[in-house]
């Protein structure tokens, strides 16, 4: 039997609730709410005038309410900004009490059998007696609980959420680190690769730089992911690359995770677009951990 693990998730979650939610989140972020139903999730980006993110999220509907998961820096950020404007719509914003949830594992599906979890046909999200959950791949299900909520026994429960960390990096899933808040606009972290970026919504915050970027080709970085061997967490994200024999600046980490047992160093940076895949990178101020770049599992290429 394949081991299944859940990991306590430092994310965190943003509440909207009242009679104008919809309208109201749907001038905020670069998702067309219209696409989201109690079956999917979508992902998301919440900009400031000038198009930099404060934070990527995954964006899902629960008993009359939306919800944002972002990283705890994405939602302190994104909270803050929302309710500047809250005071002139109904609407309700709040940070979340539900805790978050990463099952993570080769077959997860006795164990959402366990928990009277059925995703149906194609369906990315689904109901269930205490709380959401929605399934990032087939290999990894988020679940926002109550306080009711209590895991099988056989499943493994970690300290950490450094494996999940790990694997939502390795799929290309951006989340910004508190370093990288108000630093990018969403094509730099490839939210559209993953379709978290509506071209024909109509007017949100930040829309003139995001359409700028992809119809006048404006954009010039991307979002990579790179591995290396190393003793543990970067304290500084900057990164360099080698030019000849001397390394230059190539861009910062928005996101790492490290694994323990290999002592291997995952994490996400932002490089020109141009970028040569088979160059070696390493960390400006530990220069002794090396970074390879690693395939993208989506297209970058334009729609």
């Given at each position: 039997?394949?081991?299944?693990?859940?990991?306590p998730l430092s994310h965190q979650v943003i509440s909207l609730s009242g009679a104008d939610k919809l309208s109201y989140l749907h001038g905020q972020i670069t998702q067309d709410l219209n696409k989201?139903?109690?079956?999917?999730?979508?992902?998301?980006?919440?900009?400031?005038?000038?198009?930099?993110?404060?934070?990527?999220?995954?964006?899902?509907?629960?008993?009359?309410?939306?919800?944002?998961?972002?990283?705890?820096?994405?939602?302190?950020?994104?909270?803050?900004?929302?309710?500047?404007?809250?005071?002139?719509?109904?609407?309700?914003?709040?940070?979340?009490?539900?805790?978050?949830?990463?099952?993570?594992?080769?077959?997860?599906?006795?164990?959402?059998?366990?928990?009277?979890?059925?995703?149906?046909?194609?369906?990315?999200?689904?109901?269930?007696?205490?709380?959401?959950?929605?399934?990032?791949?087939?290999?990894?299900?988020?679940?926002?609980?109550?306080?009711?909520?209590?895991?099988?026994?056989?499943?493994?429960?970690?300290?950490?959420?450094?494996?999940?960390?790990?694997?939502?990096?390795?799929?290309?899933?951006?989340?910004?680190?508190?370093?990288?808040?108000?630093?990018?606009?969403?094509?730099?972290?490839?939210?559209?690769?993953?379709?978290?970026?509506?071209?024909?919504?109509?007017?949100?915050?930040?829309?003139?730089?995001?359409?700028?970027?992809?119809?006048?080709?404006?954009?010039?970085?991307?979002?990579?992911?790179?591995?290396?061997?190393?003793?543990?967490?970067?304290?500084?994200?900057?990164?360099?690359?080698?030019?000849?024999?001397?390394?230059?600046?190539?861009?910062?980490?928005?996101?790492?995770?490290?694994?323990?047992?290999?002592?291997?160093?995952?994490?996400?940076?932002?490089?020109?677009?141009?970028?040569?895949?088979?160059?070696?990178?390493?960390?400006?101020?530990?220069?002794?951990?090396?970074?390879?770049?690693?395939?993208?599992?989506?297209?970058?290429?334009?729609?």
């Amino acid at each position: 039997m394949s081991q299944v693990y859940a990991c306590p998730l430092s994310h965190q979650v943003i509440s909207l609730s009242g009679a104008d939610k919809l309208s109201y989140l749907h001038g905020q972020i670069t998702q067309d709410l219209n696409k989201l139903n109690n079956n999917n999730f979508l992902w998301a980006g919440h900009c400031s005038a000038k198009g930099k993110l404060w934070g990527v999220f995954k964006l899902f509907s629960y008993q009359q309410s939306y919800f944002l998961a972002g990283s705890s820096a994405e939602v302190e950020r994104s909270l803050a900004e929302l309710k500047k404007y809250a005071v002139f719509a109904k609407v309700e914003i709040n940070k979340a009490s539900e805790r978050l949830i990463g099952l993570l594992g080769d077959n997860v599906t006795d164990i959402l059998v366990q928990l009277d979890i059925h995703f149906s046909d194609d369906a990315t999200a689904c109901d269930f007696a205490h709380g959401k959950a929605l399934k990032l791949a087939s290999n990894r299900v988020l679940l926002m609980v109550d306080s009711q909520f209590c895991l099988p026994d056989d499943v493994s429960t970690l300290d950490n959420d450094a494996l999940w960390q790990q694997a939502s990096i390795l799929a290309g899933e951006p989340q910004l680190s508190v370093d990288a808040i108000d630093e990018y606009v969403p094509q730099m972290v490839n939210l559209q690769a993953i379709n978290g970026i509506s071209f024909k919504k109509g007017c949100y915050t930040g829309q003139e730089t995001v359409a700028r970027m992809k119809y006048l080709g404006k954009n010039k970085r991307a979002m990579y992911i790179v591995s290396g061997q190393s003793e543990g967490l970067l304290e500084a994200p900057d990164i360099e690359t080698q030019l000849g024999e001397n390394w230059r600046r190539a861009g910062k980490l928005i996101a790492q995770s490290y694994n323990e047992q290999t002592q291997t160093l995952t994490g996400l940076v932002v490089l020109p677009n141009d970028t040569d895949i088979d160059q070696t990178l390493r960390a400006k101020h530990t220069p002794s951990v090396e970074l390879n770049i690693l395939p993208l599992p989506y297209s970058l290429e334009d729609e």
